[in-house]
């Protein structure tokens, strides 16, 4: 069971720095980054260039721990993460999936930051 997870992780990791070598996120158009785990769900606007993060959101802080790990919740983190995104008045930014399969929680992320107004 370790030995297959193991293999799951590095097929993930492979996926993303395939991924990354061809994204990266700038002041104008920042880059998206989503991560996943059995616990916690977390979404990050970073800017490449100057190696910052522009805004976060994760079900790790206080006022969002109510949020579940599941789609609807994936959905909801989504709109946070775009609303937050609008006040700093950043509406273009790259999706990076992080190695996952862009499905279930990780396309509802996506889809709840487009319906907040964020473009990608």
Same mark, same amino acid.
Not at 27 to 46: G, T
């Given at each position: 069971?370790?030995?297959?997870?193991? +293999? $799951?992780?590095?097929?993930?990791? $492979?996926?993303?720095?395939?991924?990354? $070598?061809?994204? =990266?996120?700038?002041?104008?158009?920042?880059?998206? =980054?989503?991560?996943? /785990?059995?616990?916690?769900? =977390?979404?990050?606007?970073?800017?490449?260039?100057?190696?910052?993060?522009? *805004? =976060? *959101? /994760?079900?790790? +802080?206080? +006022?969002? $721990?109510?949020?579940?790990?599941?789609?609807?919740?994936?959905?909801?983190?989504? +709109?946070?993460?775009?609303?937050?995104?609008?006040?700093?008045?950043?509406?273009?930014?790259?999706?990076?999936?992080?190695?996952?399969?862009?499905?279930?929680?990780?396309? *509802?992320?996506?889809?709840?930051?487009?319906? *907040?107004?964020?473009?990608?």
């Amino acid at each position: 069971m370790i030995r297959k997870m193991i +293999e $799951k992780d590095r097929k993930r990791l $492979k996926r993303k720095i395939h991924i990354r $070598k061809r994204i =990266s996120g700038t002041a104008d158009c920042p880059r998206m =980054s989503v991560f996943r /785990s059995n616990k916690a769900l =977390s979404i990050q606007v970073i800017d490449d260039a100057k190696g910052h993060t522009i *805004a =976060s *959101a /994760s079900t790790y +802080e206080d +006022e969002l $721990k109510a949020i579940k790990r599941n789609v609807e919740g994936a959905g909801q983190l989504g +709109e946070i993460m775009g609303k937050r995104l609008l006040e700093k008045n950043i509406t273009q930014v790259i999706f990076d999936r992080n190695g996952y399969l862009y499905h279930g929680i990780v396309k *509802a992320m996506a889809d709840g930051a487009r319906k *907040a107004g964020v473009q990608f």
